[in-house]
């Protein structure tokens, strides 16, 4: 069993920054695949990045390519999310998952945590 706790999110003006963390506990987490879901009412739940278990190979949704940067610290049980040049349409509900990179049933969420962008 993993639980994850995202925090960091926040409101910030459109050009600002913010940094996500994501704190899991429980055992393995290097054996988890991290990526950062996001969701806006209306919309499906769509990845926003993500971030392997041994290489640290990424991948990144076209719509932030070259504005965020997806870490973890496995040391710390932790991931982060780096978000740049912030733009109105980047407000969403931010989610933490973690998939096992074996057993792709042990699959765990995040609560979320709210980004808001706007001037």
């Known amino acids: 069993q993993v639980q994850l706790v995202e925090s960091g999110g926040g409101l910030v003006q459109p050009g600002g920054s913010l940094r996500l963390s994501c704190a899991a506990s429980?055992?393995?987490?290097?054996?988890?695949?991290m990526g950062w879901y996001r969701h806006t009412p209306g919309k499906q739940r769509e990845l926003v990045a993500a971030i392997s278990t041994t290489d640290g190979s990424t991948n990144y949704a076209d719509s932030v390519k070259g504005r965020f940067t997806i870490s973890r610290d496995n040391a710390k049980n932790t991931v982060f999310l780096q978000m740049n040049s912030l733009k109105p349409e980047d407000t969403a509900d931010y989610y933490c998952?973690?998939?096992?990179?074996?057993?792709?049933?042990?699959?765990?969420w995040g609560k979320g945590t709210l980004v808001t962008v706007s001037s």
């Open positions: 429980g055992s393995s987490f290097s054996m988890y695949v």
């Open positions: 998952n973690a998939r096992h990179m074996i057993y792709a049933s042990f699959n765990y």
